[in-house]
């Protein structure tokens, strides 16, 4: 059966993090208690005042599709956002509202690449990147970061990693999985390389921009002499815990957002009427609406580090955004843990799973095969039992 499919299609492998959730899920159906903590999903509920904007939707008749790049007014309101938040000057002629912020990127990768283009993807990266790219049939070209310079890369790299073949540079700050975070220097300083190659676009994934600690996010476009260069993506899962209303959107140069709403219009139509509306009165807000969660978060990513401290192996540093730690735990590689030996990062995980019953997911999902991804979008109390528990497999 397997050599039916599309050569496109068995260029690409499942995704780690949702095999990972969907293996704890099924421990859980069968009686385990087991905690997950693999998930880049947040557990709280979406506030009241979108989900009111939501069930007025449905009483006032939003049933129908809608303009393939979205409502007019929800693309006017994330331009005011984009004005607002990141002081990016967009018109409504240059955004596009899709199925997630995941669909966004397709978007721009289905409307950029061809085959054997090359993709520039700081590791570690988001899981989907380089399939999405692969999937392509373009060419990942990845450069590797460490935990001592927070995970981040340097114009020298980057400038490095650049060929005739490069159409494309892809990453995310705030990171998943790193929780790093570019300063406002840093990205000025990557921007000077960019501007040397005008050709080269960039897709600036903004999904966690809320969710920032000790630094600030800052968006890549700022800067005038790229800003043409620059797509930015973000969306409504993270920093509204909407990850299920499948709201996305981008601000780009007129001619990519045009060719995403052709690929888009027949795709997928448009994204989901009730959702749009409940987007225009997310977006409308003012961001200390959600700084709750935020402060939670925060309040989780400090217990989480004081917790981790206690567990000898650990290598971790302080992620500035996002919900997730990265840590690394080569340390335990070579040797036997309650009789098992463990090789990598996929076995520790496997290892936590089956011993402490906690759901990580393995850094080798992320390129980067020494570390392991916690995320810290669960309760406390989770918290504190998932790391009291693989404390005591450990030590
Ligand atoms: C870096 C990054 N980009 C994009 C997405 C996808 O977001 P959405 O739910 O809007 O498709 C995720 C989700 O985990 C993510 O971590």
Known sequence: MKNRLSHRLQNISYSQTIA???????????????????????????????LSAAKKAIDEGYHYYTPVSGYFELKKVICEKFYRDNLLQYTPSQIVVSTGAKQAIMNVLLSLLNKDDEVIIPAPYWVSYLQMVKFCESDPVIIPTVMEKNFKIDPDQLEKAITSKTKLFLFSSPCNPTGSVYSYKELKDLSEVFKKYPQIMILSDEIYEHICYSEKHASIAIFPDIYHQVITVNGLSK????????????????????S??????????????????????????????????????????NLVLDMIKEIDGFQFYQPNGAFYIFPKVSSFFG??????????????????????????????????????????????????????RIKKVLN
């Not at 959730?21 to 009241?48: C, H, M, Q, W």
């Not at 959107?249 to 007129?254: I, Q, V």
């Open 239 to 258: 920093a509204f815990s909407m990850t299920g209303w499948r709201i996305g959107y981008l601000g780009a140069p007129e001619w990519i957002a045009k």
């Open 20 to 50: 990972m959730s969907s293996k704890a899920r099924k421990l859980k159906n069968e009686g385990y208690d087991v905690i997950n903590l693999s998930l880049g999903e947040p557990d709280f509920t979406p506030p009241n005042f979108v």
């Open 335 to 388: 040797k036997k843990l309650h009789g098992k030996m463990i090789q990598n990062s996929y076995e520790f995980s496997e290892f936590l799973l089956e011993k402490a019953q906690v759901a990580t997911v393995s850094g080798s999902a992320f390129g980067d095969n020494e570390c392991l991804r916690i995320s810290y979008a669960s309760s406390e109390d989770k918290i504190i039992e998932a790391f009291t």
């Open 260 to 301: 995403c709403d052709k690929i888009q219009g027949q795709m997928t139509s448009c994204a989901n009427s009730i959702a749009q509306r409940a987007a225009i009165t997310a977006l409308s807000a003012h961001p200390n609406k959600i700084e709750y969660m935020i402060k939670k978060f925060e309040k989780r990513k």
